[in-house]
């Protein structure tokens, strides 16, 4: 006798078959898409408010499809920070190619799993494609693998844990079976400027971050070379293509080339950075990724790809997959790429489809004339607040963050809060060497330079406010 109630079931099969569902998402998303270079930044007071209209105890009873996609419609798209937009210069935030957008809004309805190609051969494939053109944009050789994370902070994490799997091996200890206890030590070294994202990886792995052997930065937060310690065997040496806040690139000729002579494993850190390699004019700044063992970076800053995507390329694929191991007698291996050998997860969405997609779209050319369109905005809005009395530009605008300050910590507080309150753009705040600083990344393939002129008017007028305010 069967006591299931078939109703809700019936229900959504009728769901998945009503065009007007989804064509009513599409609608809302267009409209969405259409008004986001007019769209407040930040949502105004009133759209943060009417967020109150989610709150409800857990419903006891099925809701219609319909009208829970006009709530978020309604009250949802009002509360959203319009990141696709070109005035968002805040946390280094991509923007979103459109290809790359319209193949995650088909990839949706796949709702493919990444983990072996028996689930997606699709997946498989283009995972398998893209490896290629990493290796080649980024002038790697055929050893290097990649991994498709949710993002950098991901790919640090795999990157250090395939570094601390061969060195513990080297020294013929097991990390996978004997676990960390009684373990031989390792050691981290890396600049005193590291992104926090490093610190968490060091801190998830069980390094530990007060055993880190920090080295001094100069005045862009660039490693000093000099001041490295003789490396060995038994270190991880972490360096960086694009400081958080000044933009800066470490010498990874010069430090990689006498960090491998010494033994060490280097992983590069090159969230929005790495993607400089991109660009004839500003590929200098990479010169020597090729020497590292890992290296972290993300889609869905510079690149543009819609968020999540990270990826972590390792020199040495023994060392990442026996890391990441997975086993089980219910997994099907085939001699295609099986994604779960490459990343924590088994279960992992389908973020390939996107990727593939939007550097299908931009190509070699493509990536590289959208990289020079950041940095040539960074240098306008550099050159634009020298003409302003009041600010200081701290940082040498070599890629796409630009750093400036006023005359005090209080003022440069207050125009920041200005500035965000106006809804015009939206930057963020940070330290740099004990100083409050206004931090401005340019990570948006759509920033133009009317963005920019609108976005300094607002900076002048946001500076102006905060003088008369203190002066009361």
Same mark, same amino acid.
């Given at each position: 006798?069967?006591?299931? /109630?078939?109703?809700?079931?019936?229900?959504?099969?009728?769901?998945?078959?009503?065009?007007?569902?989804?064509?009513?998402?599409?609608?809302?998303?267009?409209?969405?898409?259409?008004?986001?270079?007019?769209?407040?930044?930040?949502? *105004?007071?009133?759209?943060?408010?009417?967020?109150?209209?989610?709150? $409800?105890?857990?419903?006891?009873?099925?809701?219609?499809? #319909?009208?829970?996609?006009?709530?978020?419609?309604?009250?949802?798209?009002?509360?959203?920070?319009?990141?696709?937009?070109?005035?968002?210069?805040?946390?280094?935030?991509?923007?979103?190619?459109?290809?790359?957008?319209?193949?995650? /809004?088909?990839?949706?309805?796949?709702?493919? /799993?990444?983990?072996?190609?028996?689930?997606?051969?699709?997946? +498989?494939?283009? !995972?398998?494609?893209?490896?290629?053109?990493?290796?080649?944009?980024?002038?790697?050789?055929?050893?290097?693998?990649?991994?498709?994370?949710?993002?950098?902070?991901?790919? =640090?994490?795999?990157?250090?844990?395939?570094?601390?799997?061969?060195?513990? !091996?080297?020294?013929?200890?097991?990390?996978?079976?004997?676990?960390?206890?009684?373990?031989?030590?390792?050691?981290?070294?890396?600049?005193?400027?590291?992104?926090?994202?490093?610190?968490?990886?060091?801190?998830?792995?069980?390094?530990? =971050? $007060?055993?880190? !052997?920090?080295?001094?930065?100069? #005045?862009?937060?660039?490693?000093?070379?000099?001041?490295?310690?003789?490396?060995?065997?038994?270190?991880?040496?972490?360096?960086?293509?694009?400081?958080?806040?000044?933009?800066?690139?470490?010498?990874?000729?010069?430090?990689?080339?006498?960090?491998?002579?010494?033994?060490?494993?280097?992983?590069?850190?090159?969230?929005?950075?790495?993607?400089?390699? @991109?660009? #004839?004019?500003?590929?200098?700044?990479?010169?020597?990724? #090729?020497?590292?063992?890992?290296? +972290?970076?993300?889609?869905?800053? =510079?690149?543009?790809?819609?968020?999540?995507?990270?990826?972590?390329?390792?020199?040495?694929?023994?060392?990442?997959? +026996?890391?990441?191991?997975?086993?089980?007698?219910?997994?099907?291996?085939? &001699?295609?790429?099986?994604?779960?050998?490459?990343?924590?997860?088994? +279960?992992?969405?389908?973020?390939?489809?996107?990727?593939?997609?939007?550097?299908?779209?931009?190509?070699?050319?493509?990536?590289?004339?959208?990289? &020079?369109?950041?940095?040539?905005?960074?240098?306008?809005?550099?050159?634009?607040?020298?003409?302003?009395?009041?600010?200081?530009?701290?940082?040498?605008?070599?890629?796409?963050?630009?750093?400036?300050?006023?005359? *005090?910590? &209080?003022?440069?507080?207050?125009?920041?809060?200005?500035?965000?309150?106006?809804?015009?753009?939206?930057?963020?705040?940070?330290?740099?060497?004990?100083?409050?600083?206004?931090?401005?990344?340019?990570?948006?393939?759509?920033?133009?330079?009317?963005?920019?002129?609108?976005?300094?008017?607002?900076? @002048?007028?946001?500076?102006?406010?905060? !003088?008369? $305010?203190?002066?009361?």
């Amino acid at each position: 006798m069967e006591y299931y /109630n078939y109703s809700l079931q019936k229900r959504m099969f009728k769901d998945f078959k009503k065009k007007s569902l989804f064509n009513m998402s599409l609608k809302f998303g267009l409209r969405y898409l259409a008004e986001s270079s007019k769209r407040d930044i930040f949502p *105004s007071k009133i759209a943060i408010e009417n967020l109150h209209e989610f709150d $409800e105890t857990f419903p006891e009873k099925p809701a219609s499809a #319909e009208n829970i996609i006009k709530k978020l419609n309604r009250f949802g798209s009002p509360a959203t920070v319009t990141q696709i937009g070109g005035r968002y210069f805040g946390f280094v935030c991509g923007s979103a190619v459109p290809a790359g957008l319209a193949a995650k /809004n088909l990839a949706t309805f796949w709702d493919q /799993n990444s983990a072996m190609y028996v689930l997606s051969p699709i997946t +498989s494939k283009l !995972e398998s494609i893209v490896e290629n053109w990493i290796r080649d944009i980024f002038h790697l050789s055929d050893g290097y693998v990649t991994s498709f994370l949710s993002g950098s902070s991901m790919a =640090t994490f795999c990157g250090l844990a395939a570094a601390r799997y061969r060195l513990l !091996e080297r020294m013929h200890w097991d990390i996978g079976t004997k676990g960390l206890n009684n373990a031989p030590p390792l050691r981290i070294v890396t600049g005193r400027q590291a992104h926090s994202t490093v610190l968490k990886a060091v801190s998830l792995l069980g390094f530990g =971050t $007060e055993h880190i !052997e920090w080295v001094d930065v100069d #005045e862009q937060g660039r490693i000093k070379a000099d001041k490295i310690p003789f490396l060995d065997d038994k270190t991880i040496l972490i360096l960086q293509a694009g400081n958080v806040n000044s933009g800066s690139f470490d010498d990874f000729n010069s430090i990689c080339t006498k960090a491998k002579e010494q033994g060490a494993w280097i992983h590069i850190d090159g969230a929005f950075g790495l993607w400089a390699a @991109a660009s #004839e004019r500003l590929n200098h700044l990479t010169n020597g990724i #090729e020497i590292g063992d890992s290296l +972290s970076v993300d889609g869905h800053k =510079t690149l543009n790809t819609p968020y999540d995507c990270g990826l972590l390329i390792c020199g040495d694929k023994d060392a990442l997959k +026996s890391a990441l191991h997975m086993s089980g007698s219910y997994i099907v291996t085939s &001699e295609n790429r099986d994604g779960m050998f490459y990343t924590p997860e088994m +279960s992992r969405r389908s973020r390939i489809i996107e990727l593939w997609a939007t550097m299908k779209s931009l190509g070699k050319e493509g990536i590289g004339q959208m990289v &020079e369109n950041m940095h040539e905005r960074a240098v306008q809005f550099r050159d634009s607040l020298k003409g302003i009395e009041g600010f200081t530009v701290l940082n040498d605008v070599v890629f796409n963050q630009v750093i400036i300050t006023c005359k *005090s910590d &209080e003022l440069t507080a207050k125009t920041l809060k200005n500035i965000q309150d106006s809804r015009i753009c939206w930057v963020g705040g940070s330290q740099w060497f004990g100083r409050k600083v206004i931090r401005i990344s340019i990570s948006s393939w759509s920033t133009t330079i009317e963005d920019v002129k609108k976005s300094v008017r607002s900076f @002048a007028d946001s500076l102006s406010k905060a !003088e008369k $305010e203190i002066s009361k």
